[in-house]
């Protein structure tokens, strides 16, 4: 019911930088959202959590990205911001954005949680 689309990855060499961008949408529901995140998978190596914010626009990040990278949020927007400098070849990776929070149909009461993902966008940082 609600759908992120990411935008902004792309190729760029060591130490330039990029801005990420994930939007919600969500036709026919009513939602609010609490946690935006961003996550990256690597080939071969787990998804991890690169930042998080909350709806109060308090971030949290990993540590590997601490001091490089910046996460906001626009609420009218409902728009996730990763504002990525110093870009090293190890941040290669797909992108993804999470949004969680609640929502329900605009002709219902109820709300319910939702936990949605991005598709992906495609990060690589030449050396």
């Known amino acids: 019911q609600v759908q992120l689309v990411e935008s902004g990855g792309g190729l760029v060499q060591a130490g330039g930088s990029l801005r990420l961008s994930c939007a919600a949408s969500?036709?026919?529901?009513?939602?609010?959202?609490?946690?935006m995140a961003w996550y990256r998978q690597a080939p071969g190596k787990q998804r991890e959590s690169v930042a998080a914010i909350s709806s109060g626009n308090t971030p949290n990040y990993a540590d590997s990205v601490k001091g490089r990278f910046t996460i906001s949020r626009d609420n009218a927007e409902r728009t996730v911001y990763l504002q990525m400098n110093s870009l090293k070849p190890e941040d290669t990776a797909v992108y993804s954005c999470?949004?969680?929070?609640?929502?329900?149909?605009?002709?219902?009461?109820?709300?319910?949680?939702?936990?949605?993902w991005g598709q992906g966008t495609q990060v690589t940082v030449s050396s």
């Open positions: 969500g036709s026919g529901s009513i939602f609010n959202i609490n946690t």
């Open positions: 999470n949004a969680a929070g609640r929502v329900k149909r605009k002709a219902s009461s109820f709300f319910t949680a939702f936990d949605s």
